[in-house]
């Protein structure tokens, strides 16, 4: 039986300038101690098996008689999609053609803005390369990701690949400024997930209409965000928790006047800060999706469970600064 080899990588969470972004102002993520792990074995044939834990599902193809375009006929399942381009994509960026056992075993909850398909695809990339004998570089493993996330989502920014890939924060702005920045401690964070779905491109889309209405008030509050992202740029830097907290429930303030908010969030978003969180916000899209609450280390506890007993589902993590990681095997 061939040896196994694990690698586990960071979920992401936008911080700082969801919206603002999209018209060219900064933003800020960073990396969250909540991660997708991958578990590989080198087999003696020519399958790729993959197994999900999670959807506990499995797919399997022969590399003899695959191409990256007919995987997507092959592949009924679209939520393993992304973890199949980026198997594929690392071989033939080898060169290899091994069969291979892949599990994926993972803590971010999927289609909730925190970057799962990414988190997957980076860790399944490192474990593949240590399985074959190869040490890959975070930038090629980073853009090996990249390419696949592009397959599957179309015209991703780049930032859940760069965050998984080497953790810490990233200051991001379009075209093209990403720049990572070291973090020193690890933040406490509590995530809570309001289980409701949205999608992205309709709250992108609510929020460009009411722009074009009322741009004289539109474009003073997404201007009021880029200000935000400066400061809390250098409130991170710092390790300025209250200050991080109070930019925190501004930011939550200017996506509420925007229209991206939901009742759900507010609630999570008020109960945690009644629990004794420094500051609460959505983040990513909003509409439903997540929202996050940092905390003292003390008051953790309380405040997932004010997120609970409001209906959310929290997740007690950290803000980190580990990327892509080898893991025990
Ligand atoms: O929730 P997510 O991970 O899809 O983040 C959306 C972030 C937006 O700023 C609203 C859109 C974007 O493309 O940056």
Same mark, same amino acid.
């Not at 999670?54 to 992304?82: A, H, M, Q, V």
């Not at 460009?208 to 740029?233: F, G, H, Q, T």
């Not at 609630?267 to 905390?295: E, I």
């Given at each position: 039986m061939n040896k196994y080899y694990i690698a586990?990588?960071?979920?992401?969470?936008?911080?700082?300038?969801?919206?603002?972004?999209?018209?060219?102002?900064?933003?800020?993520?960073?990396?969250?101690?909540?991660?997708?792990?991958s578990i590989v074995r080198v087999t003696n044939s020519h399958e790729i098996e993959i197994f999900?834990?999670?959807?506990?599902?499995k797919i399997s193809f022969n590399l003899k008689n695959i191409t990256e375009?007919s995987l997507?006929?092959k592949i009924?399942?679209?939520?393993l999609?992304?973890v199949c381009y980026a198997t594929l994509k690392t071989l033939n960026y080898l060169g290899e053609q091994k069969g291979l056992s892949i599990v994926i075993?993972?803590?971010?909850?999927?289609?909730?803005?925190?970057?799962?398909?990414?988190?997957v695809s980076?860790s399944t990339i490192k474990a593949i390369s240590i399985a074959l004998n190869y040490n890959l570089?975070?930038?090629i493993i980073?853009?090996l990701a990249?390419?696949a996330?592009?397959?599957?989502?179309?015209?991703?920014?780049?930032?859940? /690949?760069?965050?998984?890939?080497?953790?810490?924060?990233?200051?991001? #702005? *379009?075209? %093209?400024? =990403?720049?990572?920045?070291? !973090? @020193?401690?690890?933040?406490?964070?509590?995530?809570?997930?309001?289980?409701?779905?949205?999608?992205?491109?309709?709250?992108?889309?609510?929020?460009?209409?009411?722009?074009?209405?009322?741009?004289?008030?539109?474009?003073?509050?997404?201007?009021?965000?880029?200000?935000?992202?400066?400061?809390?740029?250098?409130?991170?830097?710092?390790?300025?928790?209250?200050?991080?907290?109070?930019?925190?429930?501004? /930011?939550?303030?200017?996506?509420?006047?925007?229209?991206?908010?939901? #009742? *759900?969030? %507010?609630? =999570?978003?008020?109960?945690? !800060? @009644?629990?004794?969180?420094?500051?609460?916000?959505?983040?990513?899209?909003?509409?439903?999706?997540?929202?996050?609450?940092?905390?003292?280390?003390?008051?953790?506890?309380?405040?997932?469970?004010?997120?609970?007993?409001?209906?959310?589902?929290?997740?007690?993590?950290?803000?980190?600064?580990?990327?892509?990681?080898l893991?025990?095997s």
């Amino acid at each position: 039986m061939n040896k196994y080899y694990i690698a586990s990588a960071p979920a992401k969470l936008i911080l700082f300038g969801e919206h603002s972004v999209v018209y060219s102002k900064p933003a800020i993520a960073a990396a969250i101690n909540l991660r997708a792990k991958s578990i590989v074995r080198v087999t003696n044939s020519h399958e790729i098996e993959i197994f999900s834990k999670n959807y506990n599902s499995k797919i399997s193809f022969n590399l003899k008689n695959i191409t990256e375009e007919s995987l997507i006929k092959k592949i009924g399942n679209p939520t393993l999609l992304p973890v199949c381009y980026a198997t594929l994509k690392t071989l033939n960026y080898l060169g290899e053609q091994k069969g291979l056992s892949i599990v994926i075993d993972s803590q971010i909850p999927p289609s909730a803005g925190l970057g799962s398909s990414a988190a997957v695809s980076v860790s399944t990339i490192k474990a593949i390369s240590i399985a074959l004998n190869y040490n890959l570089s975070n930038d090629i493993i980073s853009s090996l990701a990249f390419n696949a996330e592009k397959i599957v989502h179309g015209t991703p920014s780049g930032i859940d /690949n760069t965050v998984s890939t080497y953790g810490g924060l990233i200051y991001f #702005k *379009k075209p %093209d400024t =990403l720049r990572r920045l070291p !973090l @020193s401690v690890e933040l406490p964070i509590v995530i809570g997930n309001t289980n409701i779905s949205r999608q992205t491109k309709t709250l992108v889309a609510r929020v460009r209409s009411l722009l074009e209405k009322y741009p004289s008030v539109i474009n003073r509050i997404l201007d009021a965000m880029a200000v935000l992202v400066e400061l809390a740029l250098s409130a991170l830097q710092e390790n300025r928790t209250e200050d991080i907290g109070s930019l925190m429930n501004i /930011n939550h303030g200017l996506l509420t006047s925007i229209g991206v908010s939901h #009742k *759900k969030l %507010d609630l =999570l978003v008020y109960s945690a !800060l @009644s629990a004794g969180a420094l500051g609460a916000k959505l983040t990513g899209a909003g509409g439903g999706g997540c929202m996050f609450a940092l905390s003292n280390k003390t008051n953790l506890n309380a405040v997932a469970d004010a997120i609970k007993s409001t209906g959310g589902t929290p997740y007690v993590t950290s803000l980190t600064s580990k990327g892509v990681a080898l893991e025990d095997s």
